[in-house]
Structure formats: C-alpha cells, structure tokens
C-alpha cells in the first residue's frame, strides 16, 4: 500500500465517530453476540492494522460466526489510547493495542510487552505460556475489569530513525525522540526528551521538526508511515524493545458471559495468531529493510558499542526501579520476569547465539 493512500485511508474522522450512547451491551440474535473490537492503529496499518483485522476475523470464524467482531480503527469510535478504558467500562468489548502503552495506570503492564535488553519473541511467549507470566498478567488486568492475551509479536524492534549520527553517548543528550514504554524511561535516563506519540504523528513532528528522532516499529511497518523521506539514519539494535507483543483484552463481564467453548475459542484465536503475526512481521520487515536501502537511499548504522552499554546500564536502573516499586504486584511481575529471563540467557548463549555465530562466519553455502 502506497504511503499517500495509506494515510489518507487513515484519517481521523471526529465527526463520522460512533456515539458512545449507541454502544450498548452487546447484542444477542439466536445465540450470537456482535462485538465490538477497538484498536490503538489505522485500519489496516502495514504490522499491527493488520494483525487486529486478523483476530477480528479469526475470532469470528473460529466460534462459527457465534461471536461477530467488527474493527473500529483509532477515533472511530474512541483514540488509540483511549482503547483500554474503553473496553474496561463496557464501551466496547474487546481491543487490540500494546501493553507499552499502559504504564501511566501501572508500572507493572510494561513487561508484558517489552523490556529493554530484555525478551526475545518467542520468550516473551514462553514466559507467559511456561513460565508463570500468564496467571501475573491475567492478576494485573483484572484490576481493570479485563481478560488479557497475547496475539502477536512484532519481533525486534530498531533503535529508531535520527536526522544526524550518533557518535556518543552525548550525541543523545536533549535528542527529543519518540519512543514508548519501558524504553521511555531508559531514555530519559540518559537524557534524552521522551515523547509519547502514535505513528502518524511522529511522522508529522519529523517533518516539522518537533522531533530530532524516533522510533515505532521496524521497516515494515515504519516504511508505510515514511519516515524514510525526513530522517534517513536508521540505527540497530532496538535495544529498548528487543520485541514487543501485541494483546487483546477482552471486557471481563463479556467474557464471563460466554460458554467455556466460546472463551476457549477467544483464547485460540488470540494464541494461534502469535507466530503467524510475528513472522509476517519478520518476513515483510527482511523485504522493506531491502527496499529502503537500494531505492529511498537509508543509511542503515549501528549504535556505537559505548552507547549500547550506557543503554543497557539505564535500562538497568529501570529494573530496579520496578523491583523497588511500592505495588507488591508489580514486584512479583518483575521478579518473575528476571527469572525467566536468566534462564533464557544463560541458555541461548548455546543455542541460537551459537547458531548466529555460525551463520555469520565466512564460509560458501550454497555458491
């Protein structure tokens, strides 16, 4: 999809907004509930526009059409980050959106999705599923009168889209850089001038220049939104994300409502989708990366070594603010993310360290 055609499609239209009053229970006809899905992107946003008309789909077809969901963009009928109290007070019945965005009401949301220097995709997954996170994030959202899920992975995210190098780690000092959860606060951390911001609109602060830099996802998704045409310096690793989850969360009276074979169905639906999301991202985002290098001219750059550790030395400090943190809940979400994490490390060392090594050694494979 053609970036103009994109935004255009994209637009927030106040006017043509659904009135909260018109937004009742949901409606049952001969046993089918019509729900409503909310989401935090564009309607079909290249990533995670996508990824939310997918579970709308999946969940519909999975309970037989039991349980119809219709997808209303950001603004159609609340903001993107209006998503969350809209679902925990009935407005709608469920959302597609990213933990990241909720640590103003917790601390302890932030590590369901991403930590810097912290999950990879497939141990953010295993965590939940094997590790005990899944009973803590169903703990934490319940506060809120929601059913939370993962359903869907962008992968590794990149450290972001600069007008100029970084060179040091003074190069970052006063740099007003949109970034989001934990790595918000690792940013500030090193001085940097955090601001909170969807992807349309950090388009616009670049190009009014607002923003010294950036970050939202990956070359997929970011080449959709044209970063590319304002700052052409795009630095990895993402270390502030290394992945990032996508949810759903389901109003908690809504989902107590349905038989267990329905909220198993949910529950499928939101789990199936995990890898097929997370490796479409992959996938599209090895072709982009490919593309905006050979034809729109981005420089692809690696953070400075000095200016990763300073990174991972923040990031530390923002743990520590989590296991210091007075929410007792919040202190055994952490712990059991520290756990889990160093577990993994010690043991992807040996196993896909090892095989990334291999594959970066210079040998013929293949002529």
């Known amino acids: 999809m053609k970036r103009r055609q994109f935004l255009k499609g994209a637009g927030v239209a106040a006017a043509g907004s659904v009135a909260v009053s018109a937004l009742a229970t949901p409606a049952l006809a001969q046993g089918k509930r019509q729900w409503r899905m909310v989401t935090s992107w564009p309607k079909n946003l290249p990533g995670p526009g996508v990824a939310a008309q997918s579970l ?13 969901v219709k997808l209303y963009a950001a603004g159609e009928i609340v903001p993107g980050r209006g998503v969350f109290d809209a679902v925990s007070e009935g407005t709608a019945d469920l959302y597609h959106s990213v933990p ?21 995709a497939d141990e953010q997954f295993g965590w939940m599923a094997h590790g005990g996170g899944q009973a803590l994030y169903d703990e934490m959202y319940a506060r809120f009168n929601l059913k939370p899920f993962l359903c869907g ?58 923003l010294d830099a950036g970050e939202f996802i990956g070359p997929w998704t970011d080449s959709a939104l044209g970063y590319y045409q304002i700052a052409k310096h795009y630095y990895w690793p993402g270390v502030g994300e290394p992945s990032s989850a996508e949810e759903c969360a389901v109003n908690a009276s809504a989902y107590a409502d349905l038989p267990d074979d329905l909220k198993q169905t949910v529950s499928m639906a939101c789990e199936s989708l995990y890898n097929p999301v997370w490796t479409e991202y992959t996938t599209n985002h090895a072709k982009a990366l490919k593309m905006l290098v050979a034809e ?33 809940l919040v202190q055994r979400i952490t712990q059991s993310y520290l756990a889990y994490r160093a577990a993994m490390r010690e043991y992807k060392g040996y196993a896909d360290n090892g095989q990334m090594n291999a594959r970066g050694l210079d040998y013929n494979y293949g002529g």
């Open 56 to 68: 709308a789909d999946r969940i519909t077809a999975l309970s037989g059409g039991r349980i119809e």
């Open 296 to 328: 729109k001219g981005v420089l692809v750059k690696r953070l400075p070594e000095d200016v990763i550790i300073a990174m991972g030395n923040a990031a530390g400090e923002v743990i520590a603010d989590l296991k210091a943190n007075d929410d007792e």
């Open 153 to 210: 992975n962008s992968g590794p995210q990149w450290a972001g889209w600069f007008r100029k190098e970084i060179n040091s780690v003074d190069d970052l000092k006063g740099l007003r850089f949109r970034t989001t959860g934990l790595a918000s606060e690792m940013a500030s951390k090193l001085g940097m001038s955090v601001q909170a911001m969807g992807g349309r609109a950090m388009f616009q602060a670049l190009q009014t220049g607002t």
């Open 100 to 120: 990241a965005y909720w640590g103003s009401k917790s601390k302890g949301f932030l590590l369901f999705g991403s930590q810097p220097f912290g999950l990879t």
